[in-house]
């Protein structure tokens, strides 16, 4: 006779493994649930400048894969806009070549993918109506630090293309010791600024950071660019 002991725990114990499965796939990415509001200018557009807009890669000259990546018209345009589909991030193609696994994952080699951060907020501004929108915000230049103030927009704009495992240019943006060369050679600055052919205009391919941007690191090398 059955032991009717051993396949009751066995099926006890099936159901908390299949319960405890469910609840984490309703925490991944596949179910994303937050109501703060993305912008496209602000948040979206960055990731895409400073990790996919490289040469070779989805610009407006070489529109690999037919991606254009470079801006919001762009964009919405590629592939006949199944790249993105508004509302739907499940379902848009530009989305599942961030999550997907293998040799079509994206960014692709030697560059390092996206956050789950990132990828959370391509996902919520798709999921939001994928809308051309922006916000601005007052900045204090009294309070500005490298920590709190410079380092955030740095990784945002600049990282993908200037971190320590893809040095573009051989200059690295992933921390204080490297960033300080560019602060006070000069070079950092004037790339952002884009006011002189003796600079790289930066971020390559894409749009000159803000004014707010620009002032908070400007700021920051005025004050002698300290490891605040």
Do not use: R
Not at 83 to 92: A, E, Q, V
Not at 106 to 120: G, V
Not at 134 to 144: H, M, P, Q, R
Request: charged share 15%; hydrophobic share 30%; with cysteine.
């Amino acid at each position: 006779m059955p032991n009717l002991k051993f396949i009751y725990c066995f099926f006890i114990l099936v159901g908390i493994v299949c319960s405890t499965v469910l609840l984490l796939d309703a925490c991944t990415k596949e179910s994303i649930q937050s109501e703060k509001t993305i912008y496209f200018q602000n948040d979206v557009l960055p990731i895409f400048q400073s990790n996919c807009t490289q040469a070779g890669c989805h610009n407006a000259k070489d529109k690999a894969e037919g991606y254009d990546l470079t801006s919001y018209e762009s964009i919405m345009a590629s592939k006949k806009s199944k790249g993105i589909k508004p509302g739907d991030y499940k379902n848009s193609s530009i989305y599942e070549s961030l999550v997907t696994g293998g040799p079509d994952l994206m960014p692709a080699n030697p560059y390092n993918p996206l956050s789950d951060a990132q990828i959370t907020t391509i996902a919520l501004w798709i999921k939001q109506g994928a809308l051309n929108n922006s916000t601005t915000t007052n900045v204090d230049l009294n309070n500005v630090t490298y920590t709190l103030s410079v380092k955030p927009i740095l990784d945002t704009y600049c990282k993908g293309c200037h971190s320590s495992s893809n040095a573009g240019g051989n200059i690295s943006y992933e921390d204080y010791t490297n960033t300080q060369v560019t602060a006070n050679n000069g070079k950092l600055l004037g790339s952002i600024q884009q006011l002189s052919t003796n600079y790289k205009a930066m971020p390559q391919g894409g749009n000159k950071l803000s004014d707010n941007n620009i002032a908070i690191i400007q700021k920051w090398i005025s004050n002698g660019s300290p490891n605040n």
